[in-house]
């Protein structure tokens, strides 16, 4: 292999691929990142058997191809001995088989590298029949929704992201059990089978980093993975086993109480009642109505108490007092991006509902917490 | 004690004062800062008792004084909290004597405190005859010299800044017993006393986060303890005892190799070596001359190696090889500003001295590694 290419197209190509390396990895040959130079261009992938990224670079954007070939760059330091090479092209060859070298006209690096042949042979299929949906719009699904995956792995399939997809409908649904995110998106067509997959939060925090809002994206999804493409960016997650909860019928359907509030004003004032309880577990806060007030006030023994208020509207004369988290609620808050929103209550020991006026794509429910 | 004040007059004095509060106290009463409000204005003290620090904020920036008083606030929430208020206009007010509501229409916080009977009488004491500075001139100083502290408590001396004041000149010495930092400035007159003190390195890092570069400082130096002064802001802390080592006569006077580099070339190629040596302690680049060429390079048996090269000039015919370690170079190029640097030699187990071609006040001294 002996190639010379542009820096900067190397680089981003590069940062992309490493995001699939895990720290945690400990099998020696999934540190290093596969380069092969073929006919067509430069692929390379990396993966930690869980989640695979390739990425491919055409021959038109490669300076200079000498040979073609594969090998198997360690991904520690080459995003920084790329960057900080001192021009803009870069000589990349192979000597003594297992040697790179890295070169421009005053700086060389010689890596040692590993074999192509010991790296996993990783398929990365697509469907006959993708979903296609616009960058930005999965972006805002997956922002919406991520924050909301468990972080314990008691429950492994809390820790993923439920993807439905029925009718001309996709649905991604999160919950830790205390708390749920559920995004609605209308597709451009109807697809027959229904889908109901989920996919490890993760992963899908580093498919939000890759992608590219500007641009579509293909989605395949097949019984045991899911794979998605845009641009010259191939992305491949492995699925959770196991039937994800039925979480529909946990919101309400009807509220005896809805508050209309500054989405604003509401969050700084939980952001200041949260001040005092940062230290505990819980961060509770407490809530309650009079009349177009909504008091917002949280309590700790040995630093002090804080009271705050805001004007809310109110549908009706029925007043009501609820404590929650307030990281959860911050949490949920940031997902909006309106000047008001709608809480929706029954009484002080069922979910909170957080929606837009316009909108109902976008649910958050939080659980309250009961205080006595 | 009851005023009312401009959220960021308050915080502006609040964040500087709170630099003083170690982390590390387990002293309830010097977790708080101590608001004193008087005839004059509004005092702030905080303290660790090895350093002390007292803002002034003069009546004539205060919107409103109701009642003068003394009381220590919890430092703790005490900045996150005035930030957050909604309103400019805040009022804060002792409430039941030692709790103070800090109050604005809609937000009010109830903070328990403590009684300023228990805060430590600290006294801050002015000498007749304080050495008056430059502020950017000290900051400059202090960049130029403190990253060069031991972190090591075996001596506990080398972890402070010695400082020297003789007729006109002051001089900043640290050194860590492998690298020295030296700089020296010319001051407007003549000192009678001549000065040698060394002040905790720690101490000063928080001075130069709150010396402001546009406004004159007054430094009051005693035997045990050193006052800098600028502005509203009164900064005192302990100084370390005993004698700081002799360090003169570790800087060669003659050179038998006299360097000419381009600092940024020169930087970035030891930046680009010092890549593959991360992960070890010592991380030992070497450089060689071969005529007007400077040879940079590592070595590590895992990963792979690193050449590099820049051009230089050089006073002889003579040629080095030398190691040394790739931080300290790095961190004592960062102290120049100017295009050319002077690399000056003797051998290979001889200092490395490093200086600017017009300007003899700075020195950097990096001891060389042996490598056999």
Same mark, same amino acid.
């Given at each position: 292999?002996?190639?010379?290419?542009?820096?900067?197209?190397?680089?981003?190509?590069?940062?992309?691929?490493?995001?699939?390396?895990?720290?945690? =990895?400990?099998?020696?040959?999934?540190?290093?990142?596969?380069?092969?130079?073929?006919?067509?261009?430069?692929?390379?992938?990396?993966?930690?058997?869980?989640?695979?990224?390739?990425?491919?670079?055409?021959?038109?954007?490669?300076?200079?191809?000498?040979?073609?070939?594969?090998?198997?760059?360690?991904? +520690?330091?080459?995003?920084?001995?790329? *960057?900080?090479?001192?021009? !803009?092209?870069?000589?990349?060859?192979?000597?003594?088989?297992? #040697?790179?070298?890295?070169?421009?006209?005053?700086?060389?690096?010689?890596?040692?590298?590993?074999?192509?042949?010991?790296?996993?042979?990783?398929?990365? !299929?697509?469907?006959?029949?993708?979903?296609?949906?616009?960058?930005?719009?999965?972006?805002?699904?997956?922002?919406?929704?991520?924050?909301?995956?468990?972080?314990?792995?008691?429950?492994?399939?809390?820790?993923?992201?439920?993807?439905?997809?029925?009718?001309?409908?996709?649905?991604?649904?999160?919950?830790?059990?205390? *708390?749920?995110?559920?995004?609605?998106?209308?597709?451009? +067509?109807?697809?027959?089978? !229904?889908?109901?997959?989920?996919?490890?939060?993760?992963?899908?925090?580093?498919?939000?980093?890759?992608?590219?809002?500007?641009?579509?994206?293909?989605?395949?999804?097949?019984?045991? +993975?899911?794979?998605?493409?845009?641009?010259?960016?191939?992305?491949?997650?492995?699925?959770?086993?196991? #039937?994800?909860?039925?979480?529909?019928?946990?919101?309400?359907?009807?509220?005896?109480?809805?508050?209309?509030?500054?989405?604003?004003?509401?969050?700084?004032?939980?952001?200041?009642?949260?001040?005092?309880?940062?230290?505990?577990?819980?961060?509770?806060?407490?809530?309650?109505?009079?009349? =177009?007030?909504?008091?917002?006030?949280?309590?700790?023994?040995?630093?002090?108490?804080?009271?705050? *208020?805001?004007?809310?509207?109110?549908?009706?004369?029925?007043?009501?007092?609820?404590?929650?988290?307030? #990281?959860?609620?911050?949490?949920?808050?940031?997902?909006?991006?309106? !000047?008001?929103?709608?809480?929706?209550?029954?009484?002080?020991?069922?979910?909170?509902?957080? +929606?837009?006026?316009?909108?109902?794509?976008?649910?958050?429910?939080?659980?309250?917490?009961?205080?006595?």
């Amino acid at each position: 292999m002996k190639f010379k290419i542009d820096k900067n197209i190397l680089l981003e190509s590069l940062v992309n691929v490493v995001r699939a390396i895990s720290p945690k =990895n400990i099998i020696p040959i999934l540190n290093g990142i596969k380069f092969e130079l073929d006919d067509e261009g430069l692929y390379l992938t990396a993966s930690d058997s869980d989640l695979t990224i390739k990425s491919f670079i055409p021959n038109e954007n490669i300076i200079e191809v000498e040979q073609q070939g594969t090998i198997i760059i360690q991904s +520690k330091y080459i995003i920084d001995i790329i *960057r900080k090479m001192p021009s !803009e092209e870069i000589n990349i060859e192979v000597i003594d088989g297992l #040697k790179i070298r890295i070169y421009t006209n005053d700086s060389q690096y010689n890596l040692n590298c590993l074999d192509s042949e010991d790296y996993p042979h990783i398929i990365l !299929e697509e469907s006959k029949n993708p979903i296609i949906i616009n960058g930005e719009i999965l972006k805002t699904m997956i922002r919406q929704t991520i924050f909301a995956v468990s972080q314990q792995e008691s429950r492994p399939l809390l820790t993923g992201l439920n993807l439905k997809i029925y009718n001309n409908v996709m649905e991604a649904v999160t919950t830790d059990s205390y *708390r749920l995110a559920r995004k609605t998106i209308m597709l451009d +067509k109807n697809y027959e089978e !229904e889908i109901n997959v989920t996919i490890p939060g993760k992963n899908i925090n580093e498919l939000d980093k890759i992608l590219d809002e500007t641009l579509d994206v293909e989605i395949h999804i097949f019984s045991n +993975k899911i794979l998605f493409k845009q641009n010259n960016i191939v992305f491949q997650s492995s699925l959770l086993n196991g #039937k994800y909860p039925n979480t529909a019928n946990l919101i309400p359907n009807e509220f005896e109480i809805i508050i209309n509030a500054n989405l604003n004003d509401y969050y700084a004032s939980i952001d200041r009642a949260a001040l005092l309880t940062q230290s505990k577990d819980k961060n509770i806060v407490r809530m309650e109505t009079k009349g =177009n007030d909504l008091n917002i006030s949280s309590f700790s023994s040995e630093i002090g108490k804080v009271e705050d *208020r805001i004007n809310i509207e109110k549908n009706t004369e029925k007043e009501i007092a609820i404590s929650f988290s307030s #990281k959860y609620m911050m949490d949920a808050l940031k997902t909006f991006n309106e !000047e008001e929103l709608l809480i929706l209550l029954n009484n002080d020991s069922s979910p909170i509902i957080l +929606k837009s006026i316009k909108d109902e794509s976008l649910i958050q429910l939080i659980l309250p917490i009961k205080t006595y």
